[in-house]
T-cell receptor, first 113, second 113 residues
């Protein structure tokens, strides 16, 4: 079964700094990989989606993620953090054979002025 | 287009009671999934419905049950509530399976006392 690991339960950056949130999936390549963002007391918003093909995926709000099969990783980046980026971020591969999302424990991004 | 709407937004129930949560899927979406998100955790898959049939279930006991209606809206029912059922319950919909990405509602916050 698919599994996912998000390294770092909390990541702190200064406004304007690079954002890097790490995600590693289990050894089998999932058909799809997603990054979702969750603001306090809200549901999940889709940031970006990987499907077979392109390795660099661009999403909303300036975020992008690079799929690296050799490293089983799908890290999320943003060149310059903004205060409004402070939220919880979830990496979620889709389970092979059945289309459910498998969520990690999430990474809380803190952005300081 | 309207997104996924869930009702109620908040609910307080007593241990042993039963609860029904409701979800209206996004227009054109025929697949609905339910997730449980405990405080500080990532969402956990409960089950999924496709065209009124349950087509996948996570590791939740039978007292968690659901329905999907002809208009693709859905209900989540939980019987014999336990304190550990306190969580944010998220509904997500997708067109023709999950490859297009799931659209999440804002959730129902259930507190069991």
């Amino acid at each position: 079964a698919q599994s996912v690991t998000q390294l770092g339960s909390h990541v702190s950056v200064s406004e304007g700094a690079l954002v890097l949130l790490r995600c590693n999936y289990s050894s089998s390549v999932p058909p799809y990989l997603f990054w979702y963002v969750q603001y306090p007391n809200q549901g999940l918003q889709l940031l970006l989606k990987y499907t077979t093909g392109a390795t660099l995926v661009k999403g909303i709000n300036g975020f992008e993620a690079e799929f690296k099969k050799s490293e089983t990783s799908f890290h999320l980046t943003k060149p310059s953090a903004h205060m409004s980026d402070a939220a919880e971020y979830f990496c979620a591969p889709m389970n092979t054979g059945f289309q459910k999302l498998v969520f990690g424990t999430g990474t809380r991004l803190l952005v300081s002025p | 287009e309207t997104g996924v709407t869930q009702s109620p937004t908040h609910l307080i129930k007593t241990r042993g009671q039963q609860v029904t949560l409701r979800c209206s899927s996004q227009s054109g979406h025929n697949t609905v999934s339910w997730y449980q998100q405990a405080l500080g955790q990532g969402p956990q898959f409960i089950f999924q419905y496709y065209r009124e049939e349950e087509n996948g279930r996570g590791n939740f006991p039978p007292r968690f049950s659901g329905l999907q209606f002809p208009n693709y809206s859905s209900e989540l029912n939980v019987n014999a509530l336990e304190l550990d059922d306190s969580a944010l319950y998220l509904c997500a919909s997708s067109p023709r399976g999950g490859g297009y990405g799931y659209t999440f509602g804002s959730g129902t916050r259930l507190t069991v006392v």
